[in-house]
């Protein structure tokens, strides 16, 4: 544990996380930078998780905002029915996506391929069309916050600053569980499931519990993440919490940045969300901006497939000891 | 009650059946999913609205056009897409026939907004005892019908047909025996677009679209393929009317909100149990 602190990667990595978080502090319009911001560290949050699943045990989860969209559900029905706090709602959001993760990792995770992807989306859909019919949850047209409870946190302001410092530090957190479970026995296990799952369980690596406990890691802070988003946006609906979309999203920013590194789906993210951002208020490519992500992806996928750090890593080698 | 809505999911069922049977198509000579089905559906559907509005040709012969453009569409994205990564993990694939899907979508919402549509067009309607059903249910489930027809005669009696199943069974042996197997991944990936354009143009003649609404057809399709097996074209034929069915069975007993619930607890539920769907493949 202690040499692994050592390591210049995940300093650079934490460090990186830390000037985003700080960025609005310095920013001259706070609150405009602080949505930025957000989502920003959200979208790092999520490819963060992602990639443990992902790019260290090599299994494409096509699905993986119904952890965001059910952990959102939990924590804010938690909040606007039972009136509990913010911190017991996050805690029981993750917890949830974390069971759902367990009890389906037993069951999907021995699908292998494609056939895992499409359960993925499969699992997906199915929950967000249940949710669309469970009455406590709203049904189809959701919860909404009552103003009240931002009272207790002082005021809606301050509720909001909550909120992005809260998803800052948990960010941190997620950064530096990725980067201790690639460095531990149990990451190397999952990436030698990653290479080869047969010879994998033949040198010992119980395959089934690895993947599990990777799935259910990758899905309780997507879970935690979700109820922060939506204690923030106020209101919570099936169309806003399941979106597929950004499951897909989520996979770009792992691409982008380069699967199985834990700089990569940071800078993967941060660059995915600046360029959509830019383009969203670009008049020429407003209308196109799907698009043009789409021609991003397909010239990665085509050209650079392991993502920019990989490819930085693959190119100098030196690079290794700094670019975990 | 519960018979007319049986029959009507049924007729559904084959139009169902015939997007899912170009998914399926393309996964079982090729291993890929095909993630840019939905909006290749969506595209079918405009195909007939634009080519009914702007000459007021009949559907159905629009149909002979949307299929010509759907082959051509879909060697193109081979070829550009699929085919440097066929190879290549399957999470590649994906990615690639997914950016495709973001593209397809990105260029139709900018040109067509997201808008519902529809194409107006009546043929009226035929009563049969306690049946009412609208003309261009039955002959969309007809023309349903003549296309698998047609496919099965391609695929069983024509040399590129032949040569398609040779690269089905083994790439490598179908390349050594001089089959161009590149031209005929492309031609089936185009095949199966062809089916997806088909299906769409078909749905337009009765329902109203977005440029958006290929995504929940794409869904349907992978649930059917999966009933009947990934691979297996005929099996997404029966697995569509499967689909159908249930569809139009389920809402006699619980609301028709229920129905995308139980569609993908028995879509998991069969991945989980019979990978290989219901009527098997060959793996």
Not at chain 1, 57 to 82: A, C, D, Q, R, W
Not at chain 1, 178 to 200: Q, W
Not at chain 2, 223 to 240: E, Q, S
């Amino acid at each position: 544990m202690s040499k692994q602190l050592k390591s210049p990667g995940l300093w650079l990595s934490l460090a990186i996380v830390v000037a985003f978080g700080l960025w609005p502090a310095l920013a001259g319009n706070k609150a405009y930078a602080r949505e930025t911001t957000f989502t920003i560290l959200k979208a790092v949050a999520l490819a963060s998780s992602l990639n443990i699943l992902l790019g260290y045990t090599g299994y494409v989860s096509f699905g993986h905002i119904v952890f965001f969209g059910l952990g959102g559900y939990v924590g804010f029905y938690l909040m606007e029915v039972h009136g509990l706090h913010l911190a017991v709602a996050v805690l029981a959001g993750g917890l949830s996506a974390a069971l759902l993760a367990f009890l389906l990792g037993k069951a999907i995770l021995r699908l292998r391929g494609a056939y895992f992807a499409l359960a993925t989306i499969g699992v997906n859909e199915a929950v967000r069309a249940f949710i669309k019919n469970f009455d406590p949850f709203g049904g189809p047209i959701g919860m909404t916050l009552n103003f009240q409870v931002y009272k207790a946190y002082g005021g809606p302001d301050r509720a909001l600053w909550i909120a992005y410092i809260a998803t800052a530090l948990l960010t941190l957190v997620i950064v530096l569980v990725s980067f201790l479970v690639k460095t531990s026995r149990f990451g190397l296990g999952l990436m030698a499931i990653r290479e080869n799952e047969d010879a994998a369980e033949v040198m010992g690596v119980v395959a089934p519990n690895a993947k599990t406990w990777a799935y259910v890691l990758s899905a309780l802070f997507p879970g935690m993440i979700g109820v922060l988003f939506f204690f923030k946006n106020g209101n919570i609906e099936p169309g806003d919490a399941f979106v597929l979309h950004q499951s897909i999203e989520a996979i770009v920013m792992v691409m982008l940045g380069g699967q199985g590194t834990v700089l990569g789906p940071i800078l993967g993210a941060a660059a995915y969300q600046r360029l959509r951002g830019l383009l969203l208020v670009s008049p020429l490519f407003k209308n196109i901006q799907l698009a043009v992500a789409g021609v991003l992806l397909l010239i990665i996928v085509l050209f650079v497939p392991a993502g920019v750090i990989g490819w930085l890593r693959g190119r100098f080698p030196r690079l290794r000891r700094v670019l975990e | 009650m519960l018979v007319p809505s049986l029959v009507d999911g049924l007729l559904l069922g084959f139009v169902y059946g015939i997007a899912a049977m170009g998914l399926s198509l393309i996964w079982g000579v090729m291993n890929v999913i095909n993630l840019s089905h939905g909006p290749i559906i969506a595209l079918g559907m405009f195909g007939v609205y634009l080519v009914f509005n702007a000459i007021g040709l009949n559907p159905y012969l629009t149909l002979v056009l949307v299929a010509v453009m759907g082959l051509l569409l879909g060697i193109l994205i081979y070829w550009v897409a699929v085919h440097r990564v066929i190879n290549a993990p399957h999470l590649s694939t994906l990615l690639a026939t997914f950016s495709v899907n973001m593209i397809i979508v990105g260029i139709g919402t900018a040109v067509f907004t997201t808008s519902p549509r529809n194409v107006d067009f009546t043929l009226g309607s035929i009563t049969l005892g306690p049946i009412t059903l609208p003309w261009t249910r039955i002959l969309a489930a007809l023309a349903a019908g003549v296309v698998t027809v047609l496919l099965y005669l391609f695929l069983y009696r024509t040399p590129p047909g032949k040569a398609i199943r040779a690269v089905t069974d083994n790439r490598a042996a179908a390349e050594l025996m001089g089959i161009p197997t590149n031209w005929m991944l492309a031609l089936s990936f185009g095949l199966g677009t062809m089916l997806a354009a088909i299906s769409g143009g078909l749905i337009a003649t009765f329902f109203p679209f977005t440029i958006l609404a290929g995504g929940s057809y794409e869904l349907k399709s992978f649930v059917i393929c999966v009933l009947g097996g990934l691979g297996n074209p005929l099996g997404a034929l029966i697995g569509g009317l499967l689909l159908g069915a249930l569809e139009g069975i389920i809402p006699a007993f619980m609301e028709t909100s229920w129905v995308p619930v139980l569609e993908f607890i028995l879509f998991v539920l069969i991945l989980l149990v019979r990978p290989q769907g219901l009527l098997g493949s060959k793996t």
